[in-house]
T-cell receptor, first 117, second 111 residues
Framework: EAGVTQFPSHSVIEKGQTVTLRCDPI?????LYWYRRVMGKEIKFLLH????????ESGMPNNRFLAERTGGTYSTLKVQPAELEDSGVYFC???????????????FGPGTRLTVL | AQSVTQPDIHITVSEGASLELRCNYS??????LFWYVQSPGQGLQLLLK??????LVQGIKGFEAEFKRSQSSFNLRKPSVHWSDAAEYFC?????????FGTGTSLTVIP
């Protein structure tokens, strides 16, 4: 079974540019999560999809970030325009349990390292 | 507010030595606790998890963790470290809505 994949693995862009990150969850997983880790800090929750619907986007930093999951399969996270403080590693995770997510095991991708210059 | 603290940013141990990584959490209800490991270039891999029952949980790669409610801790242990255990380790609590992670502990293993 293929794991969670993310593309690209690295991205270096200049301030003001746009970047789109992609996440392909494990097949059949309805829950998809985005997280971000700024260097030296904890991994922080950004948002949660259940299929194509946003269940919780309370962790999104601001309106420069837009996440989509059309069709309930893969997801994209667009940053437009990028700022210096957006640099970090963006992780995607997926899980398949429905109902209570307390006991969900989330399976993580390798992350996309974003550097904004 | 929920939080997870990993007080050790970096730990160095000799191969074959025992290991304990500390994790303290702050959460008002029953915690669902996890340990993940990230090797270079890899995603976070689940080592073990605690939901209820026996407070000593066994995981993969010879790791175990003990949940101590009185101390709000969920420390990770391994009796004998292998060079391949060098990685970054993350403790996390799942509140049902979100995962809260600690800042991670980077483990170096010396021969």
């Amino acid at each position: 079974e293929a794991g969670v994949t993310q593309f690209p693995s690295h991205s270096v862009i200049e301030k003001g540019q746009t970047v789109t990150l992609r996440c392909d969850p494990i097949s059949g997983h309805d829950n998809l999560y985005w997280y971000r880790r700024v260097m030296g800090k904890e991994i922080k929750f950004l948002l949660h999809f259940v299929k194509e619907s946003k269940q919780d986007e309370s962790g999104m930093p601001n309106n420069r970030f837009l996440a989509e999951r059309t069709g309930g399969t893969y997801s994209t996270l667009k940053v437009q325009p990028a700022e210096l403080e957006d640099s970090g590693v963006y992780f995607c995770a997926s899980s398949h349990l429905r109902g209570s997510t307390s006991t969900d095991t989330q399976y993580f991708g390798p992350g996309t390292r974003l550097t904004v210059l | 507010a929920q939080s997870v603290t990993q007080p050790d940013i970096h730990i160095t141990v000799s191969e074959g030595a025992s290991l304990e990584l500390r994790c303290n959490y702050s959460y008002g209800a029953t915690p669902y606790l996890f340990w993940y490991v990230q090797s270079p270039g890899q995603g976070l891999q689940l080592l073990l998890k605690y939901f209820s029952g026996d407070t000593l949980v066994q995981g993969i790669k010879g790791f175990e963790a003990e949940f101590k409610r009185s101390q709000s801790s969920f420390n990770l242990r391994k009796p004998s470290v292998h060079w391949s255990d060098a990685a970054e380790y993350f403790c996390a609590v799942n509140t049902g809505n979100q995962f809260y992670f600690g800042t991670g502990t980077s483990l170096t293993v010396i021969p």
